[in-house]
């Protein structure tokens, strides 16, 4: 048995039940989204920093602009007058999508990681733009993550697409979905699959600082599905965090599961977007090194590890380039940890910055180094070449390991000669 005796069924079509999970800022890049479309599953893009992104790839300059702009708040704690301009945003999500979207080439779909915590100074009125823009640039779904917004599905039920583009959920509590489902029924807008994930995926965790690991990921599946079955709804559950292997993910299909969440394990392949020698850190990794902290200034506990520069960072707040972080208001807890370190500070001491770490700037420059629990067990999914480096596989050699694979088992790519 393995993942290719099952299909996902998602609004009347079929797909290979594999989804690359959302990682922001760019680890998820288009290529690596591309890859699960063109052999009939799904990949994420992430909107995480989107005009920084776009600068990256196209060479346009709309973080630049933005920086110029607020010039005069960048040594001023209050950033409350420091806004996106929602045209310049709409631009930036747009020539990413359609950039990503236009280079389909196979059956599967290509959906947006859309992070609801990623406030910007104005929460409603700029995830309003990024959706909006998403759909008009011709997404095929929209995964609504890291916040629950009970008023998102109101801001876009007035878009063409609203009913055609596939809405998905991250959720990590059967609590967390009925609070959502109830507001999906008043609109009468019922997401097309619900994602489960537990406490050992990468990225932000959707449980407490201190009990995330009391809880596991198949005892929350279970608790969803027979919700759901309670409810009489049918609806496609994707549990994600920790499947490692195709095998672990057959577990779920037989379970019940409509497809499984992945990422852990692509973000050392060719296309994912962190530098290549991250991803051999990321390789190198033991058990140790990987941990749970509070570092982010979203409030929720963040896995990554220990070696991440951004845990040592000291630097300016970024939010007038940046600044997607800042709350309503324009606070950031890193500018507060970061103006009580600059008064803390005695002359020829370095400056230290403790608790929190400036994640814009952090995420932008691929220095916080987020994973999944089993980033330790990376190598053994790829060789050890004569030189001493890891292989990096292509996300087609991951993609079809989990797809085929049995009995635990982890085909290697074929050797590069180096
Ligand atoms: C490097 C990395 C970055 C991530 N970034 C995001 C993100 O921006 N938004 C999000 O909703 N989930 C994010 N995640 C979570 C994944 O989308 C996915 O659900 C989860 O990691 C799956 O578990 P696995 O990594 O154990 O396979 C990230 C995961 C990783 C490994």
């Known amino acids: 048995m393995n993942v290719d005796n099952f299909r996902l069924q998602l609004g009347g079509k079929e797909y290979v039940p594999i989804i690359i999970g959302g990682m922001?800022?760019?680890?998820?890049?288009?290529?690596?989204?591309?890859?699960?479309?063109?052999?009939?599953?799904?990949?994420?893009i992430s909107d995480a920093i989107v005009t920084y992104v776009c600068d990256r790839i196209f060479s346009?300059?709309?973080?630049?602009?933005?920086?110029?702009?607020?010039?005069q708040y960048s040594n001023n704690p209050d950033k409350s007058a420091v806004l996106f301009d929602l045209e310049e945003i709409a631009e930036a999500q747009k020539k990413y999508i359609d950039y990503?979207?236009?280079?389909?080439?196979?059956?599967?779909?290509?959906?947006?990681?859309?992070?609801?915590?990623?406030?910007?100074?104005?929460?409603?009125?700029?995830?309003?733009?990024?959706?909006?823009?998403?759909?008009?640039?011709?997404?095929?779904?929209?995964?609504?993550?890291?916040?629950?917004?009970?008023?998102?599905?109101?801001?876009?039920?007035?878009?063409?697409?609203?009913?055609?583009?596939?809405?998905?959920?991250?959720?990590?509590?059967?609590?967390?979905?009925?609070?959502?489902?109830?507001?999906?029924?008043?609109?009468?807008?019922?997401?097309?699959?619900?994602?489960?994930?537990?406490?050992?995926?990468g990225g932000h965790l959707g449980f407490g600082p201190g009990d995330w690991h009391t809880f596991d990921l198949k005892t929350i599946f279970a608790e969803v599905l027979a919700f759901l079955k309670k409810e009489g709804l049918n609806i496609p559950v994707i549990p994600a965090g920790g499947i490692f292997?195709?095998?672990?993910?057959?577990?779920?299909?037989?379970?019940?599961?409509?497809?499984?969440?992945?990422a852990t394990r692509f973000t050392i392949s060719k296309e994912a977007g962190l530098p290549a020698d991250v991803k051999q850190n990321y390789l190198n990794a033991r058990e140790e090194d990987i941990v749970v902290n509070m570092a982010s200034t979203t409030g929720y506990p963040m896995r990554m590890l220990t070696s991440s520069p951004t845990l040592r960072y000291a630097i300016r707040p970024n939010c007038e380039g940046l600044g997607y972080l800042l709350e309503n208001g324009g606070?950031?807890?890193?500018?507060?940890?970061?103006?009580?370190?600059?008064?803390?500070?005695?002359?020829?001491?370095?400056?230290?910055?403790?608790?929190?770490?400036?994640?814009?700037?952090?995420?932008?420059?691929?220095?916080?180094?987020?994973?999944?629990?089993?980033?330790?067990?990376?190598?053994?999914?790829?060789?050890?070449?004569?030189?001493?480096?890891?292989?990096?596989?292509?996300?087609?050699?991951?993609?079809?390991?989990?797809?085929?694979?049995?009995?635990?088992?982890?085909?290697?790519?074929?050797?590069?000669?180096?």
């Open 60 to 71: 346009t300059n709309f973080v630049s602009r933005k920086r110029k702009r607020y010039a």
């Open 331 to 418: 606070k950031c807890t890193y500018i507060d940890a970061y103006y009580a370190a600059v008064a803390e500070k005695k002359a020829g001491e370095p400056l230290v910055v403790k608790e929190k770490t400036c994640l814009c700037t952090g995420m932008a420059n691929y220095d916080c180094w987020t994973c999944g629990h089993t980033a330790y067990r990376l190598k053994e999914t790829t060789n050890r070449l004569a030189n001493g480096a890891w292989q990096l596989p292509k996300a087609e050699d991951i993609f079809r390991d989990y797809q085929f694979s049995s009995d635990h088992t982890i085909t290697l790519p074929e050797l590069e000669v180096t």
């Open 100 to 201: 990503t979207i236009s280079q389909k080439t196979g059956n599967g779909a290509i959906f947006l990681n859309c992070m609801e915590k990623l406030t910007m100074n104005s929460g409603i009125e700029t995830l309003k733009v990024r959706l909006t823009a998403a759909m008009d640039a011709g997404i095929d779904g929209l995964t609504l993550a890291a916040g629950l917004n009970l008023r998102t599905l109101d801001l876009i039920q007035d878009h063409p697409r609203f009913r055609d583009v596939k809405i998905g959920i991250i959720i990590s509590s059967v609590r967390a979905l009925s609070i959502f489902l109830k507001r999906a029924v008043r609109v009468n807008r019922l997401p097309e699959y619900i994602v489960v994930e537990g406490p050992l995926a």
């Open 245 to 262: 292997t195709g095998t672990d993910a057959v577990d779920y299909l037989q379970m019940g599961a409509g497809a499984v969440q992945v």
């Open 24 to 44: 922001g800022v760019n680890i998820s890049t288009t290529e690596l989204a591309l890859a699960a479309e063109k052999l009939g599953g799904i990949g994420h």
